[in-house]
C-alpha cells in the first residue's frame, strides 16, 4: 500500500494553559490532506491532546511531542468541533502522521487505536451519511487474515453474565469489556501490513465478540487499551 500524504500550512505554535495540561494554538494552522481537502484549526482554541489516548502517552512520550504533534492537533480539533465524520477525520489523522514522517507501521497502530479507542459521532447534516453500520453478522463474514490473527490481542470481561445474556439495555453497558493489547496490536501490523479497511474490520470484529445485543449504539461494550507495563516505542 503506497503511503498517502498531504501537506501541512503554516507553522505550529502552541502555549500552556494555566492548568498545566492543555495548549492553546498561537496561529492559524492547517492540514491539506491528498484529495486537496482543507482541515483548518484557528487561533486561540485550546487542545487538549485527547487525539491520542491516554494509555498510550507512556509508550510515545506525551500527546505534545514527536511526530504526532501536528496530525494531533488537527485531529483533536475535529474531534472536538465533530463537524466531519468521524471515521474521515480519523483516517485524516493517520495520513498526517505519514505526512510528518511518522514510520508507516507506528501510524497505523496509532490509528488502530484511535478507531477502536476514539470518539464516535453522528454523520454532520451537511456531510452526506455513509453507507448502514454493518451488522455483527457482517463482521465475521468480512474476516482477513489479520482479522483472524488479532483476535488473540483482545480479552473479553464479564462482570455480569445475566445482563450479557438477556441483553438488559440498563445493564449491559456495565456487563463487558473487551480489552485490546497494543503491544500485539503493533507486532502484528509490523508483521502483517494490514490496509486501513482490514484494520477496521478487525477492530469491528473484536467489537462483536460479546454478541449481537452489544452492537446497538445504546447499549455499548466497553471498550480498553491494555498496555503492558515498561512499553516505549524507540524512535518515531
Known amino acids: 500500500m503506497p503511503n498517502i500524504t498531504g501537506k501541512f500550512v503554516g507553522r505550529l505554535e502552541l502555549t500552556p494553559l494555566p492548568n498545566g495540561r492543555d495548549m492553546e494554538v498561537l496561529k492559524p494552522f492547517n492540514y491539506e490532506d491528498h484529495l486537496g481537502e482543507e482541515w483548518p484549526v484557528p ?129 449491559l453497558s456495565d456487563a463487558t469489556t473487551v480489552s485490546l493489547d497494543f503491544r500485539r496490536l503493533y507486532e502484528l501490523i509490523e508483521e502483517m501490513d494490514p490496509s486501513l479497511d482490514e484494520i477496521e474490520g478487525a477492530i469491528d470484529l473484536g467489537a462483536a465478540l460479546p454478541g449481537p445485543a452489544t452492537q446497538d449504539d445504546e447499549t455499548p461494550v466497553k471498550r480498553s487499551l491494555y498496555v503492558e507495563p515498561g512499553f516505549f516505542w524507540e524512535g518515531e
Not at 482554541?45 to 505534545?64: E, F, H, K, M, T
Not at 454523520?123 to 453500520?133: E, L
Open 43 to 171: 487561533d486561540g482554541i485550546p487542545i487538549d491532546g485527547a487525539s491520542i489516548p491516554r494509555p498510550l502517552w507512556s509508550v510515545i512520550g506525551g500527546p505534545y511531542s514527536g511526530k504526532y504533534l501536528k496530525a494531533s492537533v488537527i485531529h483533536d480539533h475535529f474531534c472536538r468541533t465533530k463537524t466531519r465524520p468521524w471515521k474521515r477525520t480519523h483516517r485524516v489523522f493517520y495520513e498526517g502522521m505519514l505526512t510528518a514522517g511518522t514510520k508507516k507501521s507506528k501510524a497505523k497502530t496509532m490509528y488502530a487505536a484511535v478507531y477502536w479507542f476514539g470518539g464516535r459521532w453522528p454523520t454532520p447534516s451537511a456531510v452526506k451519511a455513509p453507507a448502514p453500520k454493518p451488522s455483527t453478522a457482517s463482521a465475521f463474514a468480512n474476516r482477513s487474515d489479520f482479522s483472524d490473527a488479532l483476535l488473540d490481542a483482545f480479552s473479553v470481561e464479564v462482570a455480569d453474565a445475566r445482563a450479557l445474556l438477556t441483553a438488559e439495555p440498563d445493564r
